[in-house]
Nanobody, 126 residues
Framework: QLQLVESGGGLVQPGGSLRLSCAAP????????IGWFRQAPGKVREGVSC???????YSGNVAKGRFTISRDNAKNTVYLQMNNLTPEDTAIYYC????????????????????WGQGTQVTVSS
């Protein structure tokens, strides 16, 4: 079964940057759609960014202009580069994955993804 491992979270000052990684050791995930989500305390999980198997990307409003998603299929890893972070970005960040025929295109519907990582905490504070 596909297991996702997130890393790269931590404490950063406002205006700083972090790069999150989502890895799937031992799996070939060229055909997977990968989404990044986040959940802050007391809030629903929201979509951040997504990348499809052909490299097409889709960014949610929270990410536009600040976050960039990319994938390295040779390393079975998807990255989320986050710049100009603010305290409102504080949350647990999760990556999720699924593949055709169940999922073919990017979506921020959490129910469309079968596989989820454990999450990585991002805290933006001075």
């Amino acid at each position: 079964q596909l297991q996702l491992v997130e890393s790269g979270g931590g404490l950063v000052q406002p205006g700083g940057s972090l790069r999150l990684s989502c890895a799937a050791p031992g799996f070939t995930w060229d055909y997977y759609v990968i989404g990044w989500f986040r959940q802050a305390p007391g809030k629903v999980r929201e979509g951040v960014s997504c990348i499809s198997s052909d490299g097409s990307t889709y960014s949610g409003n929270v990410a536009k202009g600040r976050f960039t998603i990319s994938r390295d299929n040779a390393k079975n890893t998807v990255y989320l580069q986050m710049n100009n972070l603010t305290p409102e970005d504080t949350a647990i960040y999760y990556c999720a994955a699924d593949q055709a025929p169940r999922l073919r295109i990017c979506t921020f519907s959490v129910t469309e993804y079968t596989y989820w990582g454990q999450g990585t905490q991002v805290t933006v504070s001075s």
